[in-house]
């Protein structure tokens, strides 16, 4: 069994200096966490895989192909493997955890 708690979260995410930290990866899934601060610019590009994110602290806008939805606190949305998407217009720092299914970037070089 795995178990985190968010202050344990948060506290590698900082220590590891990125935005995002993977805390979890098996075959079938892989889940971390994301940071960005108010103002902050997203640059990540489509995934090969699904994926979910789970906002848990903070405000913004995420664009997902060609719609634009505001993120707040409980807000899940769905991104299919390939479409591009990226969170903007962040007005609150946003802590947002991330699931992928199968687990990120496994799917990568099968696509070669």
């Known amino acids: 069994m795995n178990a985190f708690t968010m202050s344990g979260l948060m506290s590698a995410r900082e220590q590891s200096g990125e935005p995002y930290y993977e805390f979890l990866r098996v075959s079938a899934m892989s889940a971390g966490i994301y ?11 489509p ?16 664009r997902v192909g060609e719609e634009n939805i505001s993120v ?4 899940i949305v769905f991104v299919e493997a390939g479409v591009e998407h990226r ?5 609150e720092s946003l802590t947002v ?3 992928f299914a ?11």
Do not use: C, N, W
Request: net charge negative; charged share 25%.
């Open 102 to 112: 199968p687990a990120e970037y496994s799917l990568r070089d099968k696509q070669k």
């Open 72 to 75: 707040e606190p409980g807000s």
């Open 97 to 99: 955890f991330v699931f």
């Open 35 to 45: 940071q960005l601060e108010a103002g902050a610019v997203d640059l990540q590009q």
């Open 47 to 62: 995934h090969t895989e699904d994926e979910v994110y789970y906002v848990v602290q903070g405000r913004g806008q995420l």
């Open 87 to 91: 969170f903007h217009t962040i007005t």
